[in-house]
């Protein structure tokens, strides 16, 4: 499995880099500028502007929940031909545009 990257907004506006190195090896990354205004806001309450980079064994339950449940997510997974249980490849497929909020996940490069 090849490290992906996500490009996260809020907005429209570049909030940060969510990385996937394998499926358990997590990264979100603030974008310098958006780190550095004091005036944005964190991405979640979970991941707090105190630190720039945040790390975990799974995909952080913040992204995760931006994910369908139950009966949709089968389905999603089967006509994206997507294995339901690669959450980040279903976050990059269906989390672009129509999100529950203001943020929204685009893929990235596979790194």
Do not use: C
């Amino acid at each position: 499995m090849s490290t992906k990257s996500a490009y996260v907004y809020r907005n429209g506006e570049l909030v940060g880099v969510l990385i996937r190195h394998n499926r358990n090896s997590y990264e979100f990354k603030y974008d310098d500028q958006w780190f550095a205004d004091p005036e944005k806001p964190p991405v979640s309450l979970t991941m707090p502007k105190t630190k720039q980079t945040y790390k975990a064994d799974h995909l952080f339950p913040f992204f995760f929940n931006l994910l369908s449940e139950g009966a949709n997510r089968k389905l999603q997974a089967r006509q994206l031909k997507i294995d339901e249980m690669n959450y980040f490849d279903l976050l990059l497929a269906t989390a672009q545009t129509d999100t529950i909020g203001a943020i929204t996940v685009k893929p990235g490069n596979e790194l």
